[in-house]
Every structure is written in structure tokens, then in C-alpha cells.
Nanobody
């Protein structure tokens, strides 16, 4: 069983920054691929960013590329999402997810079904 706890959400003005954190339980965090997704009211949950278990490979959705950065600290069992130049359309609940058995060390899952565990989410609201 893996527990994921997100933090760092809040209300910010357009152009501002936030850093989300996701703390994971368990001793084998370094073997997980990790991802961030977001879901706005009435919309589907979408992939935002992912990082391979090796940490050396990342992927970001086109909508956030150049503004958001995913990273991980395996010593702290934590994955981060640094969000800069925030826009009102970034407003959503942000979820952290873990793929505990990625097929390759450099693989980054992007589909919801590839992730085994999910956090409860943290709300990000960007005002114009």
C-alpha cells in the first residue's frame, strides 16, 4: 500500500508561481514512476507531467511546457511540481500518482490506467 499526500496548492494571481509537493509512503519510492494530473470542474483528468523512476527522464504536457517542471527527491520520498507563469486556465485540482511497476527505468506513463495509487488532490486557483 502506498499513500500519497499532496500539498502546496492555493490561490495565486496570474503570472505567479506555486510549488506542489507529493510525499509518498513506502521504502521503494525510487522504483516508482511518478506523475501529476489535473482536473478542472466538468472536465476529464489530464496528464500534466511525469518523471521516470530513474529521475533522469521527464515529460510535460504541451500546455505547461516551459512553465512547469517536475522533479523528485528520492531521499525524501517526494515529487515536486514547480509551476511558474500561472494562467487562469491552470485552475484545477492537482493529483499526484504513482506507477509502482514501470516497465522500464526511463518509462513515463501518461495514461490514468497506468498508475496504481493516487493522492487526494490539492486545489490550485489562478485569478486573472
Amino acid at each position: 500500500q502506498v499513500q500519497l499526500v499532496e500539498s502546496g496548492g492555493g490561490l495565486v494571481q496570474a503570472g505567479g508561481s506555486l510549488r506542489l509537493s507529493c510525499a509518498a509512503s513506502g521504502r521503494t519510492f525510487s522504483s516508482y514512476a511518478m506523475g501529476w494530473f489535473r482536473q478542472a470542474p466538468g472536465k476529464e483528468r489530464d496528464f500534466v507531467a511525469g518523471i521516470a523512476r530513474s529521475g533522469g527522464n521527464t515529460r510535460h504536457a504541451d500546455s505547461v511546457k516551459g512553465r512547469f517542471t517536475i522533479s523528485r527527491d528520492n531521499a525524501k520520498n517526494t515529487v515536486y511540481l514547480q509551476m511558474n507563469s500561472l494562467k487562469p486556465e491552470d485552475t484545477a485540482a492537482y493529483y499526484c500518482a504513482a506507477d509502482t511497476s514501470p516497465i522500464l527505468s526511463y518509462y513515463i506513463p501518461q495514461r490514468l490506467s497506468e498508475y496504481d495509487y493516487w493522492g487526494q488532490g490539492t486545489q490550485v486557483t489562478v485569478s486573472s
